[in-house]
């Protein structure tokens, strides 16, 4: 693809809004280069993307280029003969759900291999996941919930992404205690230290995420607290080490299994807990219905939804399923993806000066940083009482 142009991609605000979506804290790598432009590396290659109300404009980069142009192309349709398999999830799709780009991406466990086997809107298609109808879901979740009804009109447009597991799981490990700009740090330092160089675009160098492979030897620990992610240096060494030890692709797999089952087996792995499981599965795995709880979104419940959780001083496990029960039974097989757009809407950078406070908030302390503190809030373990004995 020539670098200088500029590709349409034809898609409503109302199904992708990218300021939102690429900004709310799901992916850690997309930046805005200048007022509504964005840019990221993308399964190995520097995607620029740009919207307006009825496309998403694109430039794929593959060596180092000069400053894009201003024009604009129309990519020929390669959507003449659509696929009729659907994703595999580990759950059945719900049918009522109209694909808008008449388009059903197959369910590889690799995600993108080749450009011989995709075309660069194929790639945007799996990765924004356009092929499930996002207005449908708003429709149903504003039926089912009159708080939704009211977030959603400001908020149309935001979506669940299908990430890398690779890159989801290690920004995720970042996340703990932590807040979108001190994440977005340190997985740029995971790039730049241990990914391959990509391209250089407007004198700036970007790079791919590393392959678990690349953060597996004894000295990444090291070197990783030395660059400042402390605690979380342990946590990166020893899931790679793990993950390095199992067959090629395991990782991607579990898009095969059920919720439960993906659940679980990322459970085993150090620096991952109940919340940061949830991540992985919702914005790689195909899990819809996966709902990571933190603070954040325990305020959320608490306030609008479940207010006995007021004084509740702790999130316990307890605490954590019954708030996902809760969304997964009022929003249904997507409700992962309606928590994200409740999420992005009660984030202080997206909220508008004019909106008003709601009372009922549970005070909770935050890092000051203008984003939400988006890793704490892993589900604490039941403490055990001794009992001691009377003489």
Known sequence: MASGCWYSLPCRIAELRLDITLACGQSFRWKEIQQGVW???LHGKIWTLKQTDSEILYQVHETKIQVPSTAIKSEPNVFTAPSTKAKSTGTK????IVPILKKEVTGAT?????EEDHTYRDVLVDYFQLEVSLQNLYQQWRDADANFNHVAADFPGVRILR???TENLFAFICSSNNNISRITSMVEKLCLHYGDKVATIDGEDWYGFPPAAALA???VEQKLRDLGFGYRAKFI???AKCISQKEDGWLESLRLTSYEEAHSELLQLTGVGAKVADCVCLMSLDKTGAIPVDTHVWQIAARDYMPKLVKTKSLTDKIYREIGDHFRGLFGEYAGWAHSVLFSADLKKFKKDNTPKKKGKIAIKHESSG?????SGEPKKAKKTRRTRKK
């Open 39 to 41: 840019r990221s590396v």
């Open 93 to 96: 799709r719900n049918t009522s």
């Open 110 to 114: 690799s995600g993108i291999k080749s």
């Open 163 to 165: 990430q890398d597991p």
């Open 217 to 219: 030897s004894d000295s």
């Open 237 to 239: 060494n020893q899931t």
């Open 371 to 375: 984003d939400a503190d988006i890793g």
